[in-house]
């Protein structure tokens, strides 16, 4: 039986020197989920403007489905201007407010994750309140939720990271990431795999899915730590190789491949993703042999 998977987040064109694609991370996941089978839902807001029409387009002609899409009637569409170091990895400057802000709690939004098997939800999207508090009710009816750390600064704090984190059942974090919360939440570890388990208990999340760049990722699940080193590509930029990483994980994980298999996937189409520029390359099936 198909899986359903809602996410909600971030919509937007990122800005890049050479012209704009479309991406956000939220939407990057949920882009990523419905090419690889997943029945995909993305709860999210778009301005009444020509970059909300384009975005909208773009889905559509992905074959994606935007009824769950809010239209703001006075903030903008997201635009979020990215810059690549000399190593192709990219830094963002994110404006503020958007209507990706200001998504409001719905009905169609509360069925979605009701009836979906997981529920993905990030921090960068709580910067707002109202956004949050959309998030906090959803995850009342999420069966299985997945949380995205995303720290984007300066649109983060331990408090609010804590109260998400309590909710993850599964948790996605980089290696920047888990530095600002072993300092942060006083973690006494000296290596990933007892920070991983010192965060696994505190907030009594089954599965970490840790990623360290061009030396591969960790999952700690059940205990065990999980290790793959990475596929060796030439980066064309890192926007959306993370997120490509983790909507495999989340197909793999609900089609029921072992765990070994779960972390192979999703270490491939990141590292395809990197190669490509922008965050929402086209693959097929091809991109797993």
């Not at 509360?110 to 709580?126: H, P, Q, R």
């Amino acid at each position: 039986m198909r899986k359903t998977v809602t996410a909600i987040g971030e919509i937007l064109w990122d800005v890049f020197p050479e012209g704009k694609k479309a991406g956000g991370s939220s939407m990057n996941v949920a882009l990523n989920l419905h090419k690889q089978n997943i029945d995909s839902k993305f709860v999210s807001a778009v301005g009444k403007d020509e970059n909300g029409e384009g975005l909208i387009d773009f889905l559509s002609s992905k074959n994606y489905p935007t009824d769950l899409i809010q239209n703001h009637p006075t903030l903008p569409t997201s635009t979020v201007m990215v810059k690549l170091d000399e190593t192709h990895q990219a830094t963002y400057i994110i404006v503020e407010p958007v209507a990706w802000d200001y998504i409001e709690l719905s009905e169609n939004a509360v069925e979605a994750v009701k009836n979906s098997d997981a529920f993905v939800y990030c921090s960068l999207t709580c910067r707002n309140e109202v956004s949050k508090n959309t998030i906090l009710s959803l995850l009342k009816h999420a069966k299985l939720k997945i949380f995205d750390i995303n720290l984007r600064p300066p649109f983060y704090n331990i408090e609010t990271l804590s109260s998400l984190l309590k909710e993850a059942d599964i948790l996605k974090v980089n290696e920047d990431e888990l530095v600002y919360l072993k300092a942060n939440l006083l973690l006494t570890g000296n290596t990933d795999e007892q920070l991983l388990k010192q965060l696994a208990i505190k907030f009594n999340i089954k599965i970490i899915c840790l990623t360290v760049g061009e030396k591969g990722a960790y999952v700690l699940s059940e205990g065990k730590l999980y290790y793959h080193k990475g596929y060796q590509v030439k980066v064309a930029d890192t926007v959306g190789a993370g997120d490509s990483f983790l909507a495999t994980f989340i197909s793999s994980y609900l089609n029921g491949f072992p765990m070994d298999t779960v972390l192979d996937r999703a270490c491939k189409v990141g590292a395809f993703v990197a190669s490509q520029p922008g965050a929402n390359p086209d693959y097929g099936d091809e991109v797993f042999s």
